[in-house]
């Protein structure tokens, strides 16, 4: 079963920065899984924010893009999540969340997985 761990939130003012952790565990290796960073604010739906496929390229929101950058080491199955010049619109509960596809030579499941979120709080 697969496992994300959110980490590295908190509460900073505008223009600051954070970084986000968000751990892996229970990988199939046979398997690919693109890794995506999503935020919730209280009363709104929960938006995609960057994401990293398996094969390394990445795409952002247009509301982070040249602010956020995600990031990977494969070798620690772990998914980073830089952030700078905070504004107090970023604040939100973050969420890692992982999809399976499958492999080079093996058929996987197509899943879903979400980590239990980190909150980010960015005051004026």
């Known amino acids: 079963q697969v496992r994300l761990v959110e980490s590295g939130g908190g509460s900073v003012q505008a223009g600051g920065s954070l970084r986000l952790s968000c751990a892996a565990s229970?990988?199939?290796?046979?398997?690919?899984?693109?890794m995506s960073w999503y935020r919730q604010a209280p009363g709104k739906e929960r938006e995609f924010v960057p994401g990293i496929n398996n094969d390394g390229s990445t795409s952002y929101a247009d509301s982070v893009k040249g602010r956020f950058a995600i990031s990977e080491d494969n070798a620690k199955a772990t998914v980073y999540l830089q952030m700078n010049s905070l504004r107090p619109e970023d604040t939100g509960m973050y969420y890692c969340?992982?999809?399976?596809?499958?492999?080079?030579?093996?058929?996987?499941?197509?899943?879903?997985?979400w980590g239990q979120g980190t909150q980010v709080t960015v005051s004026s």
């Open positions: 229970g990988y199939n290796k046979n398997c690919k899984y693109d």
């Open positions: 969340n992982t999809t399976r596809r499958s492999g080079r030579y093996v058929v996987c499941p197509q899943a879903t997985y």
